[in-house]
């Protein structure tokens, strides 16, 4: 009698049209402080340098806070077109500090996306590959 093998079932997941992106928000302050930026801060931050840079068209990109860690952020955008847009508005912010005292002790303050992900898992932890070697 002959022995047949056993079946192998093989699965395979192929992700289309992903919804999300996400991205690792940080404060550059100047001069450099260590202080901490709270919730609302960060809000306040991402939605002047969304309104300052695409007006009203800004406030309908869809960003959610996910993580507040001292001066980063971990935030959610929505994919596509509008997280392109969301990453140009962030990265050209600054703003005098003097007027609006979001983070004390700091003069200026503006926005850098220090990673970008279309998985959440890409901007957590260390920095891994070229990104790494730019450090």
């Known amino acids: ?10 699965e395979r997941t192929t992700l289309r049209d992903l919804d999300w992106n996400y991205a690792l928000l940080q404060v550059v302050t100047e001069p450099a ?34 993580k507040v860690d001292g001066l980063q952020c971990y935030v959610r955008v929505a994919a596509g077109e509008q997280f392109r847009e969301f990453c140009s508005a962030i990265s050209g912010f600054w ?5 609006l005292a979001l983070v004390e ?8 996306v220090a ?3 279309p998985f959440a898992q890409g901007i957590v ?4 590959g070229w990104a ?4």
Do not use: F, H, K
Request: proline share 3%; charged share 20%.
């Open 33 to 66: 402080v260590a202080e901490t930026a709270d919730e609302m801060t960060w809000y306040r931050l991402i939605d002047l340098a969304v309104v300052r840079s695409l007006g009203l068209m800004g406030q309908t990109i869809a960003c959610d806070i996910l």
């Open 1 to 10: 009698m002959a022995q047949t093998a056993p079946a192998v079932i093989e």
């Open 125 to 128: 932890g260390p920095a891994r």
């Open 105 to 112: 002790g700091a003069q200026r303050v503006g926005l850098q």
């Open 132 to 135: 790494a070697q730019a450090q």
């Open 95 to 99: 703003v005098d500090n003097r007027t």
């Open 115 to 117: 990673r970008t992900s």
